[in-house]
């Protein structure tokens, strides 16, 4: 049931953002746009529109913030893969974006992939009260900046040239930027939407968020290029402290089971209504991918 409710919630999604891009202008930037939003399990936006089914909004009302916090994470994605970045050349299995036009198209579609995030926020269809979309705007805007994803990635490329390895604590900390800030809008945003408190599901991404930087961090060691769709053992190569570096392989699974334990504890508020939001927490750390 989970893996078919996330398929489709991933079509929808996928085909909102399509909906949307078919109005912008036939030039290779809307081109790599589309490129980079499309595949994906789309976990986040899976999040969100679950998120909102707990407080009674219909799926269709949650579609935008879904799709918003898609194109930040592609954005995100496209710029992260960039030569001055991590310099990756695959990325779900397909060439990168600078790799299949060029870095200057690369630049420009991640630029334009976030500023759609705030133009689908500020859309009356995400929510009828203006307020409620200048939440969701400032809330993501503080999640995806120098507060939050930006920060994490900051620190991340400090911490390649650093004259000594991150302390378990710096790296938890890096992760809560660069990998559990957008995740932890993602399950708020439902919250958001219905003008509810927001403190179980922060609760459940901060556990989360961690739980799938370390089973990315397993995949590294693990998982095969062709199956992840991207390079493995980067981090390895490049003698980056890791939460399998710092905890050992053993010790790191033992990490993300227990917090995957409090993500799901942390749902017991919801009863049954969001066993497909503990299903997602299992999942996260079962990926291969």
């Known amino acids: 049931?989970?893996?078919?409710?996330?398929?489709?919630?991933?079509?929808?999604?996928?085909?909102?953002?399509?909906?949307?891009l078919a109005g912008y202008p036939d030039?290779?930037?809307?081109?790599?746009?589309?490129?980079?939003?499309s595949g994906g399990k789309r976990l986040r936006a899976f999040l969100v529109v679950e998120g909102a089914a707990l407080y009674?909004?219909?799926?269709?009302?949650?579609?935008?913030?879904a799709a918003a916090i898609e194109a930040v994470h592609a954005y995100s994605l496209v710029h992260d893969d960039l030569p001055c970045m991590d310099d990756d050349d695959l990325r779900r299995g397909l060439p990168t974006v600078h790799v299949k036009w060029d870095q200057a198209t690369a630049v420009l579609a991640g630029d334009a992939l976030q500023t759609l995030a705030f133009?689908?926020?500020s859309d009356p269809a995400t929510h009828a009260d203006a307020d409620v979309r200048v939440d969701l705007i400032g809330s993501l805007a503080r999640a995806s900046?120098?507060?939050?994803?930006?920060y994490g990635q900051a620190l991340d490329i400090a911490a390649e040239s650093a004259d000594r390895p991150l302390t378990l604590n710096e790296i938890t900390a890096l992760q809560a930027g660069k990998t559990g800030a957008l995740i932890a809008w993602s399950a708020?945003?439902?919250?958001?939407?219905?003008?509810?408190?927001?403190?179980?599901?922060?609760?459940?991404?901060?556990?989360?968020?961690?739980?799938?930087q370390i089973a990315d961090d397993i995949l590294d060691i693990e998982?095969?290029?062709?199956?992840v769709g991207k390079a493995v053992g980067k981090d390895a190569a490049a003698g980056k402290a890791t939460f399998v570096t710092l905890l050992g392989l053993t010790g790191a699974?033992?990490?993300?089971?227990?917090?995957?334990?409090e993500a799901i504890g942390a749902l017991e508020p919801y009863g049954a209504g969001a066993d497909t939001l503990r299903d997602a927490a299992r999942f996260v750390i079962s990926r291969r991918s």
């Open 1 to 20: 049931m989970f893996r078919d409710r996330l398929d489709m919630i991933a079509d929808q999604v996928g085909a909102h953002l399509d909906g949307v």
């Open 27 to 37: 030039q290779p930037v809307v081109h790599a746009m589309r490129y980079a939003v």
């Open 223 to 227: 998982g095969d290029a062709a199956e």
């Open 56 to 65: 009674g909004v219909h799926p269709a009302r949650a579609l935008n913030a």
């Open 188 to 212: 708020e945003a439902g919250a958001r939407l219905a003008r509810a408190d927001i403190a179980p599901m922060t609760r459940y991404a901060a556990a989360l968020g961690l739980a799938f």
């Open 253 to 261: 699974k033992a990490r993300a089971r227990d917090l995957i334990d």
């Open 119 to 121: 133009d689908l926020l």
């Open 145 to 150: 900046g120098a507060r939050g994803m930006v």
